[in-house]
């Protein structure tokens, strides 16, 4: 089946640093999703990239769309202690109503 | 805020017993997913519907069945709850074309 897969699962930086996670998956895609899971929390909807190339930015958060729509990155900009949490990323399974996630990336900041 | 609710928060419960959880939004939205997230797994589907009586399974469907018999509610129930069935679960709202998923606070079961 479709896979999609993310690296690093953990990253640990200093506050101040920047951060960048990738995705990647096994067939090409319709679109793509990023959410963001707080400690504790429940996975929040950032932002989805539907065509080949297509760059996103949310203040200091820069998403890419890969030129094959097979890939994505997540870059956040000078990292905050409110960036902390698990960033995943989902993609449609073919042409069915059901999402794949990644199993995320874990951040880290140490202020 | 999404409008979504899940019941109860938090569950204890022994081996070999019937369990169900409840997901209840308020808006009236067509699609609603079942998650399990395990550490080291992600987020990984259950079952979902597409409305009112039509259900489909997910990744990790064995041992979970799933009813909608209203818009607005959409129950998981562990027939025989096992211990491997220990984990978070999340109840989700599928909105927009893509299906952007919206989750709601979630529910913490241990399975003894």
């Known amino acids: 089946g479709q896979q999609v897969m993310q690296i690093p699962q953990y990253q640990h930086v200093q506050e101040g640093e920047d951060f960048t996670t990738y995705c990647n998956s096994s067939?090409?895609?319709?679109?793509i999703q990023w959410y963001k899971q707080r400690p504790g929390g429940h996975p929040v909807f950032l932002i989805q990239l539907v065509k080949s190339g297509e760059v996103k930015k949310q203040k200091r958060l820069t998403f890419q769309f890969g030129e094959a729509k097979k890939n994505s990155s997540l870059h956040i900009t000078a990292t905050q202690t409110t960036d902390v949490g698990t960033y995943f990323c989902?993609?449609?399974?073919?042409?069915?109503?059901?999402?794949?996630f990644g199993k995320g990336t874990k951040l880290t900041v140490n202020p | 805020d999404a409008g979504i609710t899940q019941s109860p928060r938090h569950k204890v419960t022994e081996t070999g017993t019937p369990v169900t959880l409840r997901c209840h939004q308020t808006?009236?939205?067509?699609?609603m997913y079942w998650y399990r997230q395990d550490p080291g797994h992600g987020l990984r589907l259950i079952h979902y519907s597409y409305g009112v009586k039509d259900t489909d399974k997910g990744e990790v469907s064995d041992g979970y069945s799933v009813s909608r018999s209203k818009t607005e509610d959409f129950l998981l129930t562990l027939e025989s709850a096992t211990s491997s069935q220990t984990s978070v679960y999340f109840c989700?709202?599928?909105?927009?074309?893509?299906?952007?998923?919206?989750f709601g606070p979630g529910t913490r079961l241990t399975v003894t």
């Open positions: 989700a709202i599928g909105l927009g074309s893509t299906r952007e998923q919206y």
């Open positions: 989902a993609g449609p399974e073919g042409g069915s109503e059901k999402l794949v």
């Open positions: 067939t090409t895609l319709s679109n």
């Open positions: 808006e009236n939205h067509r699609y």
